[in-house]
């Protein structure tokens, strides 16, 4: 039932907005600022897993970037086209100064082509938002380094680290089995072909990202916390909510280690939380910014 990937994207805006960690923006918008005030030409940012284009609506309503600067030239990366067209339908109304590209393909693609075309295609600053842990990170990383200019910026968040929490318990050992297990559907993913996934893609930036050409200058968690506020979640919470259970039904449903039928009963159980407002969700992420070298 619950599997309107783009409603799941608008529901996130909210979850988001509260995870994303405040130092960490702090310290990209001062060198945002700073960046757009030595140039004499537009900003080019390039965002990857960009969806639905909720991060360029936060980046305006949190004022990123400076209005009087040469401008922005902004590129929307997403493999999947029907999300970018839901990024356009959404992102009609814009300042005259940021121009909007969209750019329907995937990281190894696109990243290709950049290398083709040179330096002058590479980028600003490199933003991506829940997306580096569905990605093999000894061979993505390398690849996005090609795509920023030396001395750029990066902006890496939600990073998934190895904490799935789900409020009430049903059984402790049972919810405990059934986080191992999705963590190790994390690890073991395949897309096309390749490894595509690390559930403590958090902890492992901390390494893999100076080792690959990003400087870190600061990062800090951005755990999603979903919660009730007198028996109802915020905007359409809930259904985020569902999208997350589901989501986990579907990757567990032949787990070998849970046994089928107590699985049903507890997804069952966690979609009835849900809808009477006593779900709490956490998982804990980890925010990032830099500059390359």
Same mark, same amino acid.
């Not at 005030?37 to 940012?45: E, I, N, T």
């Not at 002058?120 to 600053?125: K, N, T, W, Y």
């Not at 904490?163 to 050992?173: K, N, Q």
């Not at 039904?249 to 407002?277: C, K, S, V, Y």
């Given at each position: 039932?619950?599997? /309107?990937?783009?409603?799941?994207?608008?529901?996130?805006? %909210?979850?988001?907005?509260?995870?994303?960690?405040?130092?960490?923006?702090?310290?990209?918008? #001062?060198?945002?600022?700073?960046?757009?005030?030595?140039?004499? @030409?537009?900003?080019?940012?390039? #965002?990857?897993?960009?969806?639905?284009? !909720?991060?360029? #609506?936060?980046?305006?309503?949190?004022?990123?970037?400076?209005?009087?600067?040469?401008?922005?030239?902004?590129?929307?990366?997403? &493999?999947?086209?029907?999300? +970018?067209?839901?990024?356009?339908?959404?992102? %009609?109304?814009?300042?005259?100064?940021?121009?909007? $590209?969209?750019?329907?393909?995937?990281?190894? $693609?696109?990243?290709?082509?950049?290398?083709?075309?040179?330096?002058?295609?590479?980028? =600003?600053?490199?933003?991506?938002? &829940?997306?580096?842990?569905?990605? =093999?990170?000894?061979?993505? +990383?390398?690849?996005?380094?090609?795509?920023? !200019?030396?001395?750029?910026?990066?902006?890496? %968040?939600?990073?998934? =680290?190895?904490? %799935?929490?789900?409020?009430? !318990?049903? =059984?402790?050992?049972?919810?405990?089995?059934? $986080? &191992?297990?999705?963590?190790?559907?994390? *690890?073991?993913?395949?897309?096309?072909?390749?490894?595509?996934?690390?559930? @403590?893609?958090?902890?492992?930036?901390?390494?893999?990202?100076?080792? !690959?050409?990003? *400087?870190?200058?600061?990062?800090?968690?951005? /755990?999603?916390?979903?919660?009730?506020? $007198?028996?109802?979640?915020?905007? *359409?919470?809930?259904?985020?909510?569902?999208?997350?259970?589901?989501?986990?039904?579907?990757?567990?449903?032949?787990?070998?280690?849970?046994?089928?039928?107590?699985?049903?009963?507890?997804?069952?159980?966690?979609?009835?939380?849900?809808? /009477?407002?006593?779900?709490?969700?956490?998982?804990?992420?980890?925010?990032?910014?830099?500059?390359?070298?």
């Amino acid at each position: 039932m619950y599997n /309107d990937f783009t409603r799941y994207l608008t529901a996130k805006r %909210t979850v988001d907005d509260r995870a994303l960690n405040r130092p960490v923006w702090e310290r990209l918008a #001062e060198a945002v600022r700073a960046r757009q005030a030595g140039m004499s @030409r537009p900003l080019r940012v390039l #965002e990857i897993g960009a969806g639905i284009g !909720t991060m360029v #609506e936060r980046l305006l309503a949190w004022r990123l970037f400076d209005a009087d600067a040469p401008g922005v030239h902004y590129t929307l990366l997403d &493999a999947d086209p029907a999300l +970018l067209a839901a990024a356009q339908d959404r992102l %009609t109304q814009l300042p005259s100064w940021l121009k909007l $590209e969209i750019a329907p393909a995937n990281v190894l $693609e696109y990243a290709t082509r950049v290398t083709a075309a040179g330096a002058a295609q590479q980028c =600003d600053l490199l933003i991506a938002n &829940a997306v580096l842990d569905l990605l =093999d990170l000894p061979t993505a +990383l390398p690849q996005l380094r090609g795509l920023v !200019t030396d001395k750029g910026l990066f902006y890496f %968040t939600i990073n998934f =680290d190895g904490a %799935t929490l789900l409020e009430p !318990t049903i =059984d402790p050992a049972f919810d405990d089995a059934v $986080e &191992a297990a999705y963590h190790r559907t994390m *690890d073991a993913r395949i897309t096309d072909g390749r490894p595509s996934g690390d559930s @403590r893609t958090g902890r492992h930036l901390f390494t893999r990202l100076p080792a !690959t050409g990003f *400087d870190i200058r600061a990062a800090g968690s951005s /755990d999603w916390v979903v919660h009730p506020i $007198e028996g109802r979640y915020p905007a *359409d919470e809930a259904y985020f909510l569902h999208f997350i259970v589901a989501t986990m039904e579907r990757a567990l449903r032949h787990a070998p280690t849970l046994a089928p039928a107590r699985f049903a009963a507890w997804i069952a159980t966690r979609h009835a939380q849900i809808n /009477d407002g006593e779900l709490t969700y956490i998982a804990h992420q980890i925010d990032f910014f830099g500059v390359t070298h």
